[in-house]
Nanobody
Framework: QLQLVESGGGLVQPGGSLRLSCAASGFTLDYYAIGWFRQAPGKEREGISCSSGSSISYAASVKGRFTISRDNAKNTMYLQMNSLKPEDTAVYYC?????????????????WGQGTQVTVSS
């Protein structure tokens, strides 16, 4: 059974940093495209990053501030978020696509974590 569990959200001041974790079980991250999405109140879910193998892409809204990394031994991916802004406030999700090809569309991802709240506020 494929399962993703996110952790690491919280409240942070503007300009601060957070690291989100996405722990996978039931499958090996290496063989799937892993996407990070976020959904702010009243807005549609937005793809912010996708990684597959050594290929990583970032949305323009987070490029240069957010970084994806992976710990294969722990079968866990991380989203390091720096220089956070109030507009980054959202529920953040990781998702797995049963394909090595990345996508920006949430309907292409079949397994989702439960989400973790990130709030950027002073």
């Amino acid at each position: 059974q494929l399962q993703l569990v996110e952790s690491g959200g919280g409240l942070v001041q503007p300009g601060g940093s957070l690291r989100l974790s996405c722990a996978a079980s039931g499958f090996t991250l290496d063989y799937y495209a892993i996407g990070w999405f976020r959904q702010a109140p009243g807005k549609e879910r937005e793809g912010i990053s996708c990684s597959s193998g050594s290929s990583i892409s970032y949305a323009a809204s987070v490029k240069g501030r957010f970084t994806i990394s992976r710990d294969n031994a722990k079968n866990t991916m991380y989203l390091q978020m720096n220089s956070l802004k109030p507009e980054d406030t959202a529920v953040y999700y990781c998702a797995a696509r049963l394909s090595p090809v990345c996508s920006w569309y949430d309907q292409d991802f079949g397994s989702w974590g439960q989400g973790t709240q990130v709030t950027v506020s002073s």
